[in-house]
């Protein structure tokens, strides 16, 4: 809130915060703006992007974003980023953070902190910068798996029919010698 919270609504930085407050004289009221004449285009031009309570949390959690949209998957960094991201709106707006455990466990398998996310359905209490590495299982495609069900069907026959020939002859050998 020291940062970029609003004197005024929906913060009220100069009450300490008490987001129960309202203005309590408006120009229709008592015929003209307690603060000034020129209080609301003052006011609007000061407005916070959105108008909510803890507005600089979504602000935060947008950067955080970003910063991880521009890291590659598996990085600690990527990982950290959209922790903090989802941290910062996890009590207050978990339908928003919910967006940020879902990059989390899909853009970091290797990491520790998204399996435990993961097995959690969560954010882990704490972060964790453990690399767990996991290669995926290899699939074929099937192209490959084609060619080599054809090579297959090739080497066996004469891999059996070579063995066939082979104990004709050793029994052909043995059959002369004796």
């Known amino acids: 809130m020291e940062l970029i ?7 009220w ?3 300490r915060g008490d987001h129960q407050l309202r203005l309590s004289a408006s ?3 008592t015929g003209a703006s307690p603060f000034g004449p020129d209080f609301d285009a003052r006011f609007a031009s000061s407005a916070a992007s959105r108008d909510e309570r803890f507005h600089y949390r979504y602000l935060a959690a947008d950067l955080m974003w970003h910063c991880a949209e521009l890291l590659p998957d598996n990085d600690v960094l990527t ?3 959209l ?3 989802g941290i910062y709106l996890k009590s207050r707006d978990p339908r928003e953070a919910d967006r940020f ?3 989390l466990v899909r853009r970091n398998p290797n990491l520790l902190i998204a399996q435990r996310a993961d097995k959690l359905r969560w954010f882990p209490g704490e972060f964790t910068d453990t690399v767990v590495y996991h290669s995926p299982p290899r699939r074929l495609s099937r192209r490959q798996a084609a060619k080599n069900l ?3 069907l090739v080497i066996v026959p004469i891999v059996v029919g070579g063995a066939w020939l082979l104990r004709r002859r050793t029994a052909n050998l043995t059959g002369l010698k004796s």
């Open 5 to 11: 919270g609003t004197e005024l609504p929906p913060d």
């Open 13 to 15: 930085a100069i009450y």
């Open 27 to 29: 120009p229709e009221e």
């Open 79 to 81: 990982a950290h980023a």
């Open 83 to 85: 922790y903090l991201g």
């Open 101 to 103: 455990y879902k990059a």
């Open 150 to 152: 054809a090579l297959a």
